[in-house]
Each structure stands twice: as C-alpha cells, then as structure tokens.
C-alpha cells in the first residue's frame, strides 16, 4: 500500500517538499459510522493527486479533514509543516493556506462576482481592497469570465459559476487547491471549460489533491491516482499503472464499472 | 377605452357564475360604501377629533416646549426622504434610470394631498397649516435631492449614512425629554401618537440586534448559551404580553436597587423590546435554516473567523430571507403597543380613552376609534412600504432585472 513513485515535475525547494502529510487517519461519524478506516496520504509540492472511487467510499470526507471542515478522531495530518490539531489558531492558519473547490460552487449569492473574489483577501490577508480588485481582475480574465465581473453569481451558467470559484480559491494565494468533485454537479456541456482551467493550473506546479470520476483528466495530469473504497485507501499508483495494470483487485473491478 | 373595456369584460364577466359573484360583490361593497359615507359625511361630528387634534398627536406635552417637537418632525420628514430616496434610486450612479418611478409619483402626489386636506379639514389655525405644508415640503424636496444626487455620493459616505438613523433618534430622545440646556419634560407629560410610536421605534430598535443573538445563541455550540437562549424565547413566547406588561411594572422596582427602576414609561418600552426579541429571534433563525451549510464551509475554507464568516457570507443572507416575518413582528409590535392603555400610558388608545371618558364627548366613541384605526393604518403601511423598499434593495437579482 505504499506510494509508488511520482512522477511529479515540481522545481524541489528543499525541505518544505511534503505539504500534506496523513497518517492512519480515522474518524467515525456521530451515528457511529465508519467513514475513514485509518487513511495515508502524502502529497508533494507541485503534485496533482487524483482520488477515485465508488461513492461512499470517503473520498469527500478524506479531503475535508485536510481543511479541517471533518475532524477525525485517530491519526494525524501535517499541511505545509503545520499539524492539525484542535488549536483554533492552527486551524484559521491551515485553511488560510488550502484552498477549496466545492461540488455546489457555493459562492456567496448576495456579492458580485468580483466581491466573492476580494471578500476573503480583504478579510483575512488584511491587504487594501484596490490591490486585491486587480488581482481578482486578472484571475477573472484568466478564467475567461472578467466580463461577467460585476453579475451575480445566479446570474451565470454553472459552468462559469464553478470557474468563479475556482478564481476565488486562488485569490488567498493558497499553496494546496483541494476539489472536491467540481464537475459532478455540472451539465454535460460545461464540465469542459473547468476542466481546462484546472489543466491549466496543474501544468503551472500548482499543487492540488481532486476528487473526480473524470478519467480523461486524470490520465492527462494527475501525478499520481489514488483509489478508496469503503474508507480505506486501496491503492495508490501512477496513473498509467493505474488505468493500464492495477495491483490490486478492489481497482480492478471499480475501472471495470467506470471505464 | 376599448381594450379597458374588453379587458374588464374578461376579467369580470368571464363566465356566468364569474358575472354573477362580480355583481353580488359589487352590490355588497356599494351598500358598505354607501353606508360607511352616509355615517362619516352625515351621522358623524368630527369636533371630537378636531378639538383633540393635539391631545391625540402629544398628549399633555407643555405647550410652550412644542416647538421641539416640531424640530423633530422636520428632521424626521428629511430623514424620511433622504430614506426613501436611497432606498428607490438605483446603487449605480451610471444607472439611475426613472427619479420618480410611477409609484413613488403616487406616493408623492398623495402625501401634498394629505397635507394640504388634513390640516383644513381639523380646523387647525392658519400658522400650523403653514407648518405642516413646510414639512411635507422638506420631506418631498430631501425625496428629490437624494434620488438625484444620492447615487453619485462617494460609496463610504453612502455607507455611513445609516449610522444617522440611531444618531437622530438620539437626538430626538433629548428633544422630547429635555436636557443638554432643554428645561426637562416629565415622561407623565408624554402621550397620543408620539409616545406610541416612541414606544414602538425603541422597542424595534433594541429587539433587532437583541433577537438576533438570540437566534445566535440557540445555534450556539456552548450549551449554557443554547439552553439558556431557547428558555428565554420559549418563556417569553408562552407568556402573554399583558402579563409581562404588568409584571414589569410591579416586579422591576423589587428587582432593581432603589431608585434604579426606570421610569414607567421606560419600564414599558423595555417589556416591549424583551417580548419582542424572542419572537424577532425565531424569525432570524427561520432566516439562518434558510442559509445553506455550504456557505458557512466556502467562508471558512477561505480563512474567515466564524464571526467573519457570520457577518459577512451567513448573516446577510439569513436576514434577507426573514426580512419579511421580521416587519410582521414589527407592525404587529406596532399594534401591540395599545396594550400599554392597560397599565396607565397615555399612548393613543389611552389617550382616546380620556377623551371619550370627556362628558363634552359623550357618545363619540366611533369617531374616535376610527381615527385611531387609520392613524394605526398609515404607521402600518409606512412600515410595509419601506420594507418591500428594502426588499428589492436587497434582493439581486431584482437589482439585476432593473439594471
């Protein structure tokens, strides 16, 4: 069950190498369920890591103790050297550095585009609302929606809402992306213009841990694809292994029913 | 013409029953109509209400001390335009598109109306006429100047200008009670509509932020705080009002050290904003069920404090959805207020009561009901206008379709 080896292109910078690092996590939900069944994980700088697996299989939960939207009740987890623990303050400092892409979007449907963009900058980094507009400014352009910067986010397809979403993790200057399944809640048509701008996040070394059912995105970028079921991690391969040869027959039979 | 007709036709006269129910109504509401005239221009002697004009709008407010209260009228008629013209002038200064949208033009041609009618029709001297035309002439023309002008302000200013609601009800406190250089004025002197809706904006002003922490507090994590919120709003929401009332007044002055209990008039309007809160917090927390959790994950996933995130992502939104039920606990505060007759006030069911109690007045208890059901009609429907104001103020995607 150890990592094979990544393949990942990431200029190294030293020690601060591993941003996520998870160790035997568990967590059991108040209704007593089992939903992670002690989980490793570990991430380099510059990875894209991939998560698949059958629903229910504790992908969401597994990625949400990252920013500490689950607590778990055994094991650990470190991101970018700092220890999640139930310290608030470490908390705030953990999420202030991950950024997240939710299934349902969820941007702030009473602010403009471009104000669900400056809200946190402004916020918490504590920086001036004119610097942060320009940076939203360019994000938008990059996401190909700066024209729609001053509709509200209702306003917009859902593809656009999720691109949206995505400029707005990456106005904190986040050093982890994490997404959660962000083409699910997608029509058929739309699920193509976020996937580009995830590409084109993964070939600037932006690190980022996905959980999706995209295969074809997968194969294209991840660095390396990690499979769950039933709350364990069931393999963890680079992804033409993964797609060509699994090691494992939990793999086999999942690739069997996607592909 | 034509169309009108046809549409009126169709409207009305769609089928044989539809006629038939159009015509009983018509017949029904003509024979109310007819009636309720023939009492009004006829049977009724408005001299009631025309020698108690002032008793019922001040109560026994000393005469020569009126003229703050004048004061506070115009200040309010140009806070209520400056209001109602922000409120109903597009946020975008390049977008300002109608000044005088065709219902505010209604509004407008109804208050001149009204001001020029009513001050007639009671009799009142000719110096008071003049002011009441003043006013209303303040109130339409600050309507014009912040509609014209209002959207160009600079966005800062345009969001500090709330903050001058409170400070003019300050301001309005020492006009009415005296002090800062004012010879004082007894709150036993105080009485008609200004004590009522003195009553009623405290009371509004004060259960808004007190219900929404309790509807914070029934959220709570920390089970002291929940517990201790939903004992509050389930006790207060099990008691009847008057009950409170009176309790309020004998149980404060035990309660508090001597000479610390406020006095009557005070101690009401406290009984109002507690009763009040417990209602206005379960309307907030309708409003926050309202939020979806993912709102609450996005601000926190961004870094955001839970204050932060409360304030800025949950709060707006959960307030937006209960703003409707949370006017509706106010116009019904607004109402509520007649309660205090019961234990002594002078507000505008007790005052009315003096006045019928009048030998000279034997008998007209019609009139004045009806001048205090209209009076309470008008105080209502401001509240209900300014609030759908608001509403689409807040809503975006009206915001949108009128951009």
């Given at each position: ?7 990942s292109?990431a ?14 996590v ?7 369920f ?6 490793d ?25 990252f920013n500490?939207?689950?607590?778990f ?6 991101v ?8 608030l ?33 402004v ?14 400014m ?13 509709k509200?986010p ?12 995505i ?13 959660d399944?962000?083409?699910s ?11 580009d ?17 995209e295969?074809k ?11 769950m ?14 797609f ?7 793999s ?8 | ?28 509401i ?6 309720f ?29 009126q ?20 409120l ?14 065709r ?16 001050p ?8 008071v ?9 303040l109130?339409?023309?600050w309507?014009?100047l ?17 903050l ?35 009553e ?7 259960c808004?932020?007190?219900?929404v ?17 939903v ?13 409170l ?8 002055g ?21 009763f ?5 917090a ?11 959790r993912?709102?609450?994950e ?7 404090s ?28 607004l109402?509520?207020t ?17 006045v019928?109690?009048n ?30 104001a608001l ?13």
């Amino acid at each position: 069950m150890s990592p094979t080896s990544s393949r990942s292109p990431a200029p190294t910078t030293g020690s601060g190498d591993l941003m996520i690092e998870a160790r035997g996590v568990e967590k059991w939900y108040p209704n007593g369920f089992h939903a992670l069944r002690g989980c490793d994980l570990t991430v380099q700088r510059g990875e894209v890591v991939v998560i698949m697996g059958p629903s229910g299989s504790g992908k969401s939960t597994f990625i949400r103790t990252f920013n500490a939207l689950e607590d778990f009740q055994k094991g650990s987890i470190t991101v970018d050297g700092i220890a999640l623990t139930n310290d608030l303050r470490q908390i705030d400092a953990i999420r202030r550095e991950v950024g997240m892409v939710f299934q349902q979007f969820n941007l702030f449907p009473h602010l403009t585009v471009l104000d669900n963009l400056c809200l946190a900058p402004v916020l918490v980094r504590k920086r001036p609302k004119a610097e942060v507009k320009e940076q939203a400014m360019a994000l938008l352009r990059r996401v190909g929606i700066a024209e729609q910067a001053s509709k509200f986010p209702g306003q917009l397809s859902g593809g656009q809402q999720q691109r949206v979403a995505i400029a707005r993790a990456l106005c904190m200057e986040p050093r982890i992306l994490l997404f959660d399944e962000p083409t699910s809640a997608l029509d058929p048509e739309m699920v193509r213009e976020v996937l580009d701008v995830m590409l084109s996040l993964a070939a600037e070394h932006i690190t980022m841990v996905v959980v999706t059912h995209e295969v074809k995105f997968a194969r294209q970028v991840a660095s390396r694809v990690v499979l769950m079921a039933e709350g364990e991690v069931v393999e963890v391969a680079d992804p033409e292994t993964f797609f060509t040869n699994p090691s494992q027959e939990r793999s086999r039979r999942f690739l069997d029913q996607i592909l | 013409m034509d169309t009108l007709l046809r549409r009126l036709r169709h409207e009305l006269f769609a089928s044989k029953v539809d006629g038939l129910i159009t015509l009983v109504l018509l017949g029904l509401i003509g024979a109310g109509g007819a009636g309720f005239l023939r009492w009004a221009l006829g049977q009724a002697q408005w001299a009631v209400v025309r020698a108690n004009s002032t008793l019922f709008a001040l109560g026994r407010y000393p005469i020569e001390q009126q003229w703050r209260l004048w004061l506070l009228t115009a200040l309010l008629a140009v806070a209520t335009g400056i209001t109602w013209g922000m409120l109903r002038s597009h946020p975008r200064p390049d977008r300002v598109g109608v000044l005088w949208p065709r219902n505010d033009r209604i509004a407008a041609v109804l208050l001149a109306l009204l001001a020029l009618g009513l001050p007639l029709a009671l009799g009142l001297s000719g110096a008071v006429q003049l002011r009441w035309w003043g006013i209303t002439a303040l109130l339409l023309l600050w309507r014009w100047l912040a509609g014209r002008f209002g959207p160009g302000l600079p966005p800062l200013l345009k969001r500090l200008l709330p903050l001058g609601l409170p400070l003019l009800y300050l301001l309005g406190m020492v006009l009415i009670h005296g002090g800062l250089g004012l010879s004082p004025v007894s709150s036993s002197e105080w009485g008609g509509l200004m004590l009522t809706l003195l009553e009623a904006s405290f009371a509004i002003l004060l259960c808004f932020p007190l219900g929404v922490l309790l509807a914070l507090g029934r959220r709570s994590e920390l089970p002291l705080l929940r517990w201790g919120s939903v004992l509050y709003i389930e006790f207060i929401r099990g008691a009847p009002l008057i009950t409170l009332l009176f309790l309020g007044q004998n149980m404060l002055g035990f309660l508090l050290p001597g000479g610390m209990a406020p006095e009557r008039v005070w101690r009401a309007a406290w009984v109002l904003t507690l009763f009040a809160a417990a209602y206005l917090a379960e309307a907030v927390r309708s409003g926050l069920a309202a939020v979806p959790r993912g709102q609450l994950e996005a601000a926190r996933s961004l870094g955001m404090s839970l204050p932060q995130a409360f304030a800025s992502v949950v709060l707006p939104q959960a307030l937006r959805v209960a703003l409707p039920s949370m006017v509706g606990q106010f116009i019904s505060l607004l109402q509520d207020t007649t309660l205090l007759s019961l234990i002594g006030l002078m507000e505008l069911l007790g005052t009315a009561r003096t006045v019928m109690a009048n030998p000279a007045f034997l008998g007209r208890n019609a009139e004045v009901y009806f001048t205090l059901a209209v009076l309470f009609w008008c105080c209502c429907a401001a509240l209900g206008l300014g609030s759908r104001a608001l509403e689409r103020r807040l809503d975006p995607a009206a915001l949108a379709r009128s951009g």
